[in-house]
């Protein structure tokens, strides 16, 4: 098991933005944590690797407290945050060399650069690039680390067509070379494509977990986007 989250609880004053949940990730597998806006995705992706507050039964990152043993685990985990935030005069290439120099082993940074359509672009400053190749550069910084354990939060928003299936492809491979994925997605074709099993969140409390198969059948519907808006009690808004 590459991570095991046991009655995981976020609160912010109040309010538990994540209710007591629960999940586990295998090598090679993808988990997608889904839910409306303000569900509780972001606090989990955040407790889970011991940068927000959080109480929990079992918190457990490839065999390691990600509170105790944060710097180890740092090593073979890549997160790719919705937002990241570059220095203006930073380039591609800096920004790479920049993320390199975290970690111990890391990537072929030429390879990964060609993977993401970014070779031609290494010269050029990030805040120049298109919100899209911003994007793909996020994740590859994510890849950089060679991680055993990647977080995706919202991986495709903003993509286009092409670089949605490039991406959808290049991390279908890397599960099958053993890479366990978390991920965040508002669009049910990726969590289709991508996906082995899902847990939706309402309101931070979980009110589905298994397979996109048992997803279809215990919503009784027919495509994935139907079974999520029932399933995550939406669907009163589209009759
Ligand atoms: N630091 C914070 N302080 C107080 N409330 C917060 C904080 N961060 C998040 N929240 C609240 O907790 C709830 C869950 O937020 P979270 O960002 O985890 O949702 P999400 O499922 O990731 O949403 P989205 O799809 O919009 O990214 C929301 O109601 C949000 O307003």
Not at 71 to 89: A, L, S, W
Request: hydrophobic share 40%; aromatic share 8%.
């Amino acid at each position: 098991m590459v991570l095991q989250v046991r009655n995981l609880t976020v609160t912010y004053g109040q309010k538990k933005a994540v209710d007591l949940i629960s999940f586990e990730v295998k090598p090679g597998q993808a988990f997608g944590l889904l839910g409306a806006n303000g569900a509780g995705k972001s606090s989990t992706i955040a407790a889970v690797l011991g940068i927000e507050k959080s109480t929990f039964d079992e918190l457990v990152i490839i065999g390691k407290s990600p509170i105790r043993n944060r710097k180890e685990i740092f090593e073979q985990v890549g997160v790719q945050f919705q937002e990241t935030n570059f220095q203006d005069k930073l380039t591609v290439s800096d920004a790479c060399e920049q993320w390199r120099s975290l970690y111990k082993t890391t990537a072929d940074l030429p390879a990964l650069l060609q993977t993401f359509g970014l070779a031609d672009k290494e010269q050029q400053l990030v805040k120049l690039l298109s919100g899209g190749e911003r994007q793909r550069l996020a994740v590859l910084l994510a890849l950089i680390p060679e991680p055993k354990l990647v977080f995706l939060d919202e991986l495709t928003t903003g993509l286009d067509t092409k670089a949605r299936r490039m991406l959808w492809k290049q991390l279908a491979t890397m599960k099958e070379n053993g890479l366990a994925i978390v991920l965040t997605s508002h669009y049910m074709d990726e969590v289709e494509a991508l996906c082995d099993e899902i847990l939706i969140l309402r309101e931070g409390q979980t009110v589905f977990h298994g397979t996109i198969q048992e997803a279809l059948v215990v919503s009784g519907k027919t495509t994935l986007e139907d079974a999520y808006l029932f399933l995550a009690g939406e669907e009163e808004y589209w009759g």
